[in-house]
């Protein structure tokens, strides 16, 4: 395994988890965009208020993409392992 291949790897792999948490990450951050601004406009400065809005919506985005990033997280490792004779 040649250095690059290593980097290619590396790469790959940050990719991936970037795809992966992408779609939870960008939701969090609209929700409390949105609840920040509510909060600010409403003059309501409770910790649970901004909280709750956010959990909700992760656990729905969750529930929704579930499918399409296991199969992105078994088409990586599938991909992975079949290529274990080449880099090695």
């Known amino acids: 395994m040649t250095p690059q291949d290593a980097v290619d790897l590396g790469r790959q792999a940050v990719t991936v988890a970037l795809m992966l948490a992408g779609p939870v990450l960008v939701t969090g951050l609209v929700v409390a965009l949105i609840v920040g601004l509510l909060q600010a406009v409403t003059q309501i400065q409770e910790q649970t208020v ?39």
């Open 50 to 88: 901004s909280f709750v809005p956010k959990l909700v919506a992760a656990v729905l985005v969750l529930s929704l993409t579930l499918p399409w990033l296991l199969d992105q997280m078994v088409q990586y490792s599938r991909d992975l392992i079949v290529n274990i004779p080449n880099t090695l």
